[in-house]
């Protein structure tokens, strides 16, 4: 079932257009990410999901709701983690949570997300004491405090070290599997392809490409490359036979084969057959970044 769509989405600042054309749908119990380099117009595009801008152009329909006109109705099953939302530094993380949960009709046990979120320990803790990253669960929290059965979630691991990046990535994949649908607002490749189920690449306010992180990959290289050492002599000639092998390449005593279908099964048969090892063997294929890079022409968002 579609949960979002949002169809010729466009929006406007004076003379610059931060959001021209957008288009994409939601499926619900997704994982749906936004992936774009910082000003392509990926936070205006889910400020205007969420009811926080009115969009110059185009429709969005968010849980059956229309953004514009059913804001109230809207927050009531959509949940929100802003990139800039300010807290007060005072506020412990119990109070902040309770003033979130008076907002809603409904809302969720505060203490039972303290537990789900690993916060339990500093509920009496005011919020500038806090880290970066239990300052993320907390907004996870936030987003979560109302019942919600969408929440999206806006650059949530911006200026984390890697280890409370992965941890607040586990939490996202748990948001999913209590029946969440997630949308993800990020510039990080790793994480687009560590999460999402799709993803919605979009630069300079427009979608470039919308697919799986995989069949952007795709999209950019269907090629497979291979390097190692072999531990024995190994006649290129016979490696150049093989339908599946494009190249063969030597640096030094590695050699790096690229091609494509079932390359790596076909090389490696071959090896063993010859009683050949293939030390320091490294598979390599085609990443978002390569996406990125092929279908924009430009760096990728990270």
Known sequence: MTVIEVDGLHKRYGEL???HDVSFTVAEG???GILGPNGAGKTTTVECLSGLRVPDGGTVSVL??????ERDALRQVLGVQLQESGLPDRLTVREILDLFASFYRRPADSAELLDRLGLRDKAAARYKKLSGGQKQRLAIALAMIGNPRAVILDELTT???PHARRNTWELVEQVRAGGVT???VTHFM???????????????????????????A??????QRMRFRPSAELDEAVLRALPEVSTVTWHGPQVEITGDGNLVLAVTSLLARRRIIAADLRVEQATLDDAFIALTGHDGAS
């Open 30 to 32: 997704e994982i749906f």
């Open 159 to 161: 200026g984390l070290d």
């Open 218 to 223: 795709a999209r950019a290289d269907r090629n």
């Open 182 to 184: 997630v949308v993800l």
């Open 17 to 19: 257009t931060a959001v």
């Open 64 to 69: 059956g709701h229309d953004p514009r006109h």
């Open 190 to 216: 790793e994480e687009a392809e560590r999460l999402c189920d799709r993803v919605a690449l979009i630069d300079a306010g427009r979608v470039v490409a919308v697919d799986t992180p995989a069949g952007l």
